[in-house]
């Protein structure tokens, strides 16, 4: 991914607080082999808490494991944070909380559930391989939609879905 | 868009640029939200630069993602799966809006027998504990294109406790009208026959359902799990109880030795506990109360294990 933008540095507060590196794994959810929408709701929440350690360790084992594989967006996420690793680069912070998670019945089916979630991402930092200050991000927000799959006898993330609001665009 | 506010600038500045991508589009629509928030907090208070418009590695790794359209925000958007012939995004069938209460003064339509229930005695003025939840009426249509039908009450004027007991009680109503599936019956695999005399085995499954739904005004997520089975084996003999679902053999936890030759199916009533907690809470909570439902097997016969002597070749 493209590094932050530089504009506006000047203005930016030199009193940023430290990030501080996520290197503990979130707890794995019991209820990942639960059937029904207990347990594809925790798989979702719990690739979403594994986002943030992956991101800081490089250790992307659990979050491949979260998922399907046949999840291209996944296999995509995990290989994007082992090249920036591979070539150095360090982030820290960026960790993904759930503030709702809404499950979409629309599109989901017995072994497969759409959930939409709003995200709220911790402030970040990356720093480059040389040591220099690659990008900083404050705290932002997403809406996202992730699918879970009941997967080899427990729920697994498979998909990232695009939520787009249908009414603002017309409106 | 107007760009009079710092945070603003930088949406407007990349809005041409990324603003062909959904994902683009959700982030100016947060973008747009942000910067309200910022206006009032300052956005330097945080100590970053604000880059409202840019992405995480979450969202930057998707690439040419499915995309789900929804009205409105997530927070707000009806996510009920609808009729084949209603589409997401339609016009709505039914609404209802808060009653008016100038409705039950002297006049003619006062007189409407329907309103007599919500304009006798209404409730005007609550304890400083409770507020008043006023009176509502609803009104639908068959399709998005027809006219409206009259208005209907729906619900009279009442005080209400806000809180949570109001909530418990609530939640314990709906569990006890949450439609579960009743829990699937089983017979020697469903194979359709069995013999007499030997152990028939029979079972269904332990598998939770769940709900989610607003009570109240609050998002929350029930779940019905089977606590207990009663099975009626349906040839006269009494129904046994039981505290597991059985399973297929050789689990035998629940069998059955029919002794008559005969077509039978065995009726099961699944007593399920119920469970909830406020949408983003992780433990659950118990629900005073069960919920049960009822269940019938495929019919299957049943056969005698004729032995026969044979004389073997020479």
């Known amino acids: 991914m493209a590094a932050a933008t530089a504009s506006a540095t000047a203005s930016a ?7 501080e590196a996520i290197t503990t794994p979130p707890p794995v959810p019991a209820d990942l082999t639960t059937p029904g929408k207990v347990g594809s709701k925790a798989a979702v929440k719990y690739f979403v808490a594994l986002y943030g350690y992956t991101l800081n360790t490089g250790d992307t ?5 979260a998922s399907t594989e046949t999840c291209t967006y996944c296999r995509s ?7 920036e690793f591979e ?5 820290t912070g960026d960790a993904a909380t759930v503030t709702l998670i809404r499950p979409h019945e629309g599109e989901s089916t017995v072994d497969s559930h759409l959930w939409l979630l709003e995200l709220a991402f911790a ?3 990356t720093i480059a391989a040389d040591g220099s200050l690659d990008g900083r991000h404050g705290a932002r927000e997403a809406t996202v939609g992730l699918v879970a799959a009941w997967d080899e006898g427990r729920w697994r993330v498979a998909e990232y879905v695009d939520v787009v609001d249908s009414g603002s665009g017309a409106r | 868009m107007k760009c009079a506010r710092l945070a603003l600038v930088v949406a407007c500045l990349v809005g041409p640029v990324v603003a062909g991508t959904p994902e683009a589009h959700a982030t100016l629509r947060r ?9 009032q907090t300052g956005a330097k208070e945080k100590g970053y630069e604000e880059e409202v418009a840019s992405t995480t590695r979450f969202t930057g790794s998707a690439r040419d993602p499915r995309k789900v359209r929804i009205d409105g925000e997530v927070r707000t958007a009806d996510l009920s799966r609808r009729p084949a012939d209603q589409t997401a995004g339609g016009p709505p069938l039914v609404e209802t809006r808060a009653f008016d209460a100038r409705f039950c003064r002297p006049g003619p339509e006062a007189f409407a027998t329907a309103y007599i229930r919500l304009c006798l005695d209404p409730v005007t003025d609550c304890p400083d504990s409770q507020t008043l939840r006023p009176a509502r009426e609803s009104r639908s249509r068959q399709t998005g294109n027809s006219d409206w039908g009259t208005w209907q009450p729906l619900s009279p004027a009442e005080c209400v406790t806000p809180g949570e007991d109001d909530l418990i009680d609530n939640v314990r109503t ?10 699937p019956v089983t017979v020697i695999d469903g194979r359709g026959w069995t013999f007499v005399q030997i152990d028939t085995v029979i079972y269904s499954d332990n598998e939770p359902q769940t709900l989610a739904t607003t009570v109240g005004g609050t998002q929350v997520e029930l779940r019905a799990t089977p606590v207990e089975w009663r099975w009626d084996f349906g040839d006269g003999s009494k129904p046994v109880t039981t505290t597991t679902p059985g399973g297929p053999y050789p689990d035998r936890s629940v069998s059955h030795v029919y002794t008559r030759l005969g077509t039978y199916s065995v009726t099961l009533t699944t007593t399920w506990r119920g469970q909830w907690r406020v949408d983003g809470e992780a433990e659950w909570r118990d629900v005073d109360g069960q919920n049960s439902t009822t269940s019938t097997s495929e019919q299957f016969t049943t056969h005698e294990v004729r032995t026969h002597l044979v004389k073997p070749s020479s």
Request: aromatic content about 2%; proline content about 7%; cysteine-free.
């Open chain 1, 13 to 19: 507060t030199p009193t940023a607080t430290a990030i």
């Open chain 1, 61 to 65: 084992s659990l979050i491949r494991a």
């Open chain 1, 77 to 83: 996420l995990a290989s994007d944070i082992e090249e």
């Open chain 1, 87 to 91: 070539s150095g680069a360090r982030t």
């Open chain 1, 123 to 125: 402030p970040n930092e």
């Open chain 2, 31 to 39: 973008a747009v939200t942000d910067a309200a928030t910022t206006d």
């Open chain 2, 174 to 183: 709906t569990f006890a009208e949450m439609t579960i599936t009743p829990s």
